[in-house]
T-cell receptor, first 115, second 114 residues
């Protein structure tokens, strides 16, 4: 069965510093997609970044990058130059690309950015 | 373009009642998924629909059901409500089966069962 694990319930980072949010996953599928979403206190989920299982290069989107280590089944999110507005819940998610495109989510990490 | 619209935003129901939640995806999006979000369980997958067909169903009791219409709008229904059904119900849409696009989520329906 597929599973996503986020082991950090909460993280603190100083403004302007970089932070890494951990995500490990488990799947027997060869084709899958990995996603990160942000959920601010307003509640709406925001898609941040995507990494396909066959992508050889790590995905980047502005200040977000995904450190993809396939052999270790990890897909950590790196946020560079943290801003106060980055304070939010962050969810790692995995989509099955073969069976039915179901997406499951990890428990989330709450990030606090300190001024 | 308009985002994913969920109605109503807030709902208070009594145990034993039933409820129907509505989701209008982004125009052109054919895939709609529903999630239940609670502080204790996080985001739990309920269903996924594509072109009116339910392709996946999560591990929820039969009281939870859904459907998708030809215009891609989706509804989910919960019958015989229980206190534990109190949650934020999120609808998410996507244009296609796979690809690099993540979901676009609605703002959710906050259901409180008393």
């Amino acid at each position: 069965a597929q599973k996503i694990t986020q082991t950090q319930p909460g993280m603190f980072v100083q403004e302007k510093e970089a932070v890494t949010l951990d995500c490990t996953y488990d799947t027997s599928d060869q084709s899958y997609g990995l996603f990160w979403y942000k959920q601010p206190s307003s509640g709406e989920m925001i898609f941040l970044i995507y990494q396909g299982s066959y992508d050889e290069q790590n995905a980047t989107e502005g200040r977000y990058s995904l450190n993809f280590q396939k052999a270790r089944k990890s897909a950590n999110l790196v946020i560079s130059a943290s801003q106060l507005g980055d304070s939010a819940m962050y969810f790692c998610a995995m989509r099955d690309n073969t069976g039915g495109f179901k997406t499951i989510f990890g428990a989330g990490t709450r990030l606090f950015v300190k001024a | 373009k308009a985002g994913v619209t969920q109605t109503p935003r807030y709902l208070i129901k009594t145990r034993g009642q039933q409820v129907t939640l509505s989701c209008s995806p982004i125009s052109g999006h054919r895939s709609v998924s529903w999630y239940q979000q609670t502080p204790g369980q996080g985001l739990q997958f309920l269903f996924e629909y594509f072109s009116e067909t339910q392709r996946n169903k999560g591990n929820f009791p039969g009281r939870f059901s859904g459907r998708q219409f030809s215009n891609s709008r989706s509804e989910m229904n919960v019958s015989t409500l229980e206190l534990g059904d109190s949650a934020l119900y999120l609808c998410a849409s996507r244009a296609d089966n796979g690809g690099t696009n993540g979901y676009t989520f609605g703002s959710g329906t906050r259901l409180t069962v008393v």
